[in-house]
Nanobody, 120 residues
Framework: QVRLVESGGGLVQAGGSLRLSCAPS????????MEWYRQAPGKQRELVAE???????NYLDSVKGRFTISRDNAENTVYLQMNSLKPEDTAVYYC??????????????WGQGTQVTVSS
């Protein structure tokens, strides 16, 4: 089964930037939509950003103007550019993709998560 592989997390000081990426581990036909979620310790998982098949985007209010979700259709990769990071952005970030597999069936899958830590 195709997995979603995330990368780009790490430790950064407040005001810094990170770029997360999410891509399938194997061959797929296309990604329909992709979402980034985050979960901080003791809190519920929340939707941070999403991008649809036609490029429409939506953001959590607290990250608007700071985060940008984008996609590279040729590489079937989705990115989350995070600027002006704040300590409250610290969380494990997960990507979730709705995609069409190489067998032309539609799947929904989650990445394993990547830790983002913002120090004050």
């Amino acid at each position: 089964q195709v997995r979603l592989v995330e990368s780009g997390g790490g430790l950064v000081q407040a005001g810094g930037s990170l770029r997360l990426s999410c891509a399938p581990s194997g061959s797929i036909f296309t990604i329909n939509s992709m979402e980034w979620y985050r979960q901080a310790p003791g809190k519920q998982r929340e939707l941070v950003a999403e991008i649809t098949s036609n490029g429409r985007t939506n953001y959590l209010d607290s990250v608007k103007g700071r985060f940008t979700i984008s996609r590279d259709n040729a590489e079937n990769t989705v990115y989350l550019q995070m600027n002006s990071l704040k300590p409250e952005d610290t969380a494990v970030y997960y990507c979730k993709a709705n995609y069409v597999g190489s067998d032309y069936y539609t799947y929904t899958n989650w990445g394993q998560g990547t830790q983002v830590t913002v120090s004050s």
